[in-house]
């Protein structure tokens, strides 16, 4: 019996800030990338996070280049921010968002 999404299987994408090691020189930061990951470990997208910047502004980019109709996003506590729900909404995609105590 299918009854619309409920009976679909659908695919999770992790989207999650990473600093790349052994890359920073003298004057210049490490590169810091947020990637999003499917369930089977498949880097689908990434986006390098501008140095005057910070993985909000990021996640939004990556948000904006990644098809996520259909899929659920989840993101840890960086990404709990109204206009990140609302983009994955807008875009026909359930989320997860991780939040901490603080």
């Known amino acids: 019996m299918s009854d619309g999404m409920g009976s679909t299987l659908r695919k999770i994408l992790a989207l999650d800030g990473k600093t790349q090691l052994g890359n920073g ?3 210049q930061n490490a590169n810091h ?3 999003a990951v499917d369930n089977d470990g498949f880097c689908v997208g990434e986006v390098l996070v501008d140095d005057k910047s910070n993985e909000i502004t990021a996640i ?3 948000l904006d280049m990644v098809n996520i109709q259909g899929q ?3 993101i840890d506590a960086t990404g709990c921010q109204k ?19 603080n």
Do not use: E, F
């Not at 990140?84 to 359930?94: F, M, P, T």
């Open 60 to 62: 939004k980019r990556l």
């Open 72 to 74: 659920v996003v989840t």
């Open 83 to 101: 206009d990140i729900a609302r983009q994955i909404r807008k875009k026909r995609s359930d989320y997860v968002l991780a939040l901490k105590k």
């Open 25 to 27: 020189r003298a004057g």
């Open 33 to 35: 990338i947020v990637s």
